[in-house]
């Protein structure tokens, strides 16, 4: 049966046939022996096809395809093209011998062409790998190394590129100091407790907490001169006045020794180092919990911060612990017991690093067991929620938390809980409202912002506009104290005039009317007088 080489390189795809397989046999030493010597394994190997890649983009989504084991459409072209075709319903006369078992699956699955990987074709594909360079015409020395280093700088740069405010390994650095730090704070505080001591044995029963006895054993120094003026300062740090007066008396019947004051320095100084190391705790666990609302919010409100920073740093990263069934889930943590268990043919551990959890703790002895399966059903959710998500929400979260808290009163109570598909239609509804919420706030924000960047515009323009004002009002005040004086006489003499006009003629308006009305009379008196005078001379003629 011939036998074809399939070998991804980073300037194209290349076919390779071996001949003579049967002399040299299936031995995997023998080819190992024959890859160094080109001579011999040039007269084994020979290249059939060479499809070189079209551009660098186009190189960087074949090779993502390769890693990820799937067959691109321009690999299936290619094989099609160069291989002998396989008719239906009979075996083929040759196999193709791929790097990469799962895109050899898929390889077979699509195309029909049967695929192989082993030992055998590891070495004849390093052979290739080797002399690869010499199978290729009119390949310039040092233009394959470039290749491949652009090649693999983009490759790297697409894999690490990822939003920067859901990066996991933050997270996992941050668990990993917080867990140092809570193991060196702890013996920190005891080597404290143990150096003071010698001095001021009995101030350890009265303060049990390890940031209290530092910070009183660097106010305190030497307990000769503590007495009742330091009554203050001692119930600001204890919150408490009973106690204050309790190392106050201890320290007068103290059986501890004196100390020289370059030992008490040395003391303070170390007392000093572990309030900041408690301190700086303090703020590391601040900036997990605000990570952890920005990576994983559902797993955090499921399980909390801590439990979920460690479940996220002992699988590798949030996108490996989505990947995880939750049985996996369920034991992560507890490898060593499991193994255990399997090589003892014991009982396996019930709970991992999910023990830590509060749930596990409510829950009775027997139901334990229960709980973890159902609390580690509900993590893997979560995480594949955060992990795939593109928005960023506590609804799913919070709504398997409470399907959490429903179940421990079914296991404690026999209340029936709601069911899943309830649950989360519930969530996706809240979620769908966050949004709508977010969105509206974003609008009005922005609102808010330009209607603040006009305001601040006009009351530029404003400034500005009284500046200039100003500034020119100061360098011709006189001249335009005289213009606007002119105007203003000019428009009264104006209307003083327009006022006088108006008054004349009035007057003579009513002068006419008078006039006329006496005109008037004056006829009426003439017309009745001749009629009178008219009548009179009728009457002596009759």
Not at 103 to 108: D, L, P, R, T
Not at 145 to 156: F, I, M, N, P
Not at 384 to 403: A, V
Request: glycine share 6%.
């Amino acid at each position: 049966m011939a036998l074809y080489l399939l070998f991804e390189s980073s300037s194209g795809y290349g076919l390779f046939a071996a001949h003579g397989i049967d002399e040299i046999g299936q031995n995997t030493e023998a080819v190992r022996n024959s890859v160094t010597d080109l001579n011999r394994f040039g007269k084994v190997v020979k290249l059939i096809a060479f499809n070189p890649f079209e551009s660098a983009l186009d190189a960087l989504n074949q090779i993502n395809a390769v890693s990820e084991g799937q067959m691109t459409d321009e690999l299936r072209n290619f094989l099609e093209l160069s291989l002998p075709k396989v008719t239906e319903g009979k075996k083929a006369k040759y196999s193709l011998g791929v790097a990469d078992p799962k895109i050899g699956s898929h390889i077979q699955e699509e195309t029909k062409i049967p695929c192989q990987s082993n030992e055998f074709v590891t070495e004849l594909i390093r052979g290739v790998r080797t002399h690869f360079d010499k199978f290729i015409d009119n390949l310039k020395a040092g233009d394959l190394e470039k290749a491949q280093l652009g090649l693999a700088h983009s490759y790297s740069r697409a894999k690490v590129k990822f939003n920067v405010n859901r990066v996991d390994n933050m997270v996992i650095q941050a668990i990993f100091l917080l867990d140092t730090l809570d193991k060196d704070v702890n013996s920190f505080s005891m080597r404290v407790r143990e150096w003071y001591s010698w001095h001021f044995p009995e101030l350890v029963k009265i303060v049990n907490d390890n940031y209290l006895y530092a910070k009183l054993a660097k106010y305190i120094e030497d307990k000769s001169e503590l007495s009742e003026d330091k009554l203050e300062g001692l119930t600001e740090i204890l919150g408490d006045e009973d106690k204050a007066k309790e190392v106050i008396e201890a320290a007068k019947a103290s059986m501890g020794q004196d100390l020289s004051p370059i030992d008490l320095i040395n003391v303070k100084m170390f007392a000093q180092r572990v309030m900041d190391l408690a301190e700086y705790r303090k703020k590391l666990y601040d900036y997990l919990v605000s990570k952890m609302s920005d990576i994983a919010p559902n797993l955090a409100a499921l399980i909390g911060e801590v439990v979920g920073a460690r479940l996220i740093s002992h699988a590798g990263s949030l996108t490996n612990l989505a990947k995880c069934p939750s049985s996996t889930l369920q034991i992560l943590g507890a490898e060593k017991a499991l193994f255990r268990a399997l090589k003892t043919k014991g009982n396996t551990p019930k709970y991992g690093l999910i023990f830590h959890s509060s749930f596990i703790g409510r829950a009775s002895a027997k139901n334990k067991g229960r709980m973890a399966r159902y609390l580690a059903n509900k993590c893997s959710i979560a995480s594949r929620i955060d992990c795939f998500s593109e928005s960023s929400t506590t609804s799913f979260g919070d709504k398997l938390r409470e399907q959490v808290e429903e179940r421990l009163d079914f296991y404690d109570k026999g209340v029936a809980p709601r069911k899943n598909i309830e649950v989360m239609k519930a969530a996706m509804e809240h979620a769908a409202n966050k949004g709508a919420e977010m969105d509206v706030d974003n609008a009005t924000e922005k609102s808010s912002k330009k209607s603040k960047k006009n305001k601040s515009k006009d009351d530029d323009e404003a400034k500005a506009d009284k500046e200039n004002a100003a500034t020119n009002g100061d360098a011709a005040e006189p001249k335009s104290g005289k213009k606007k004086k002119k105007r203003a006489l000019e428009e009264e003499t104006k209307a003083t005039e327009n006022g006088k006009e108006n008054g004349a003629n009035a007057e003579n308006g009513t002068e006419k009317k008078k006039k006329k009305k006496s005109k008037d009379v004056e006829m009426e008196d003439v017309a009745a007088v001749s009629e009178g005078k008219k009548k009179k001379k009728k009457k002596s003629t009759e």
